[in-house]
């Protein structure tokens, strides 16, 4: 069974402090890959990075000398860095789902 856990509560910084937001997730995948989101007040989530195994992607928004993001064994905790106060909003973590039906 996929899951992925995040701490609950605020994470309270100052600007040009570096913030840590943890995420753990678990998987029968052998490849996951992890997405992090943020969303802001009345907005849509905004794709900030996926990281894999094998390949790290940043949206071009979110700088990967700011946003940054290592997945090791099973969590994959965001690093912002520098804060700027428009960095404050919810920041969600997710996996990419396991298809029920095995790829041929």
């Not at 997945?71 to 690093?79: A, E, F, N, Y």
Request: glycine share 2%; with cysteine.
């Amino acid at each position: 069974e996929d899951k992925v856990t995040q701490p609950p509560g605020d994470v309270i910084l100052t600007q040009g402090q570096t913030a840590t937001l943890n995420c753990t997730f678990s998987t029968i995948r052998s490849d996951p890959y992890l997405f992090w989101y943020k969303q802001e007040v009345n907005s849509y989530p905004k794709f900030i990075l996926r990281r894999s195994l094998y390949s790290a992607d940043n949206s071009p928004e979110f700088v990967k000398d700011r946003f940054d993001a290592e997945l090791k064994d099973s969590s994959v905790p965001l690093m912002i860095q520098d804060l700027h106060v428009s960095d404050s909003a919810v920041y969600y973590c997710a996996l990419r789902p396991t298809s029920e039906f095995p790829t041929v």
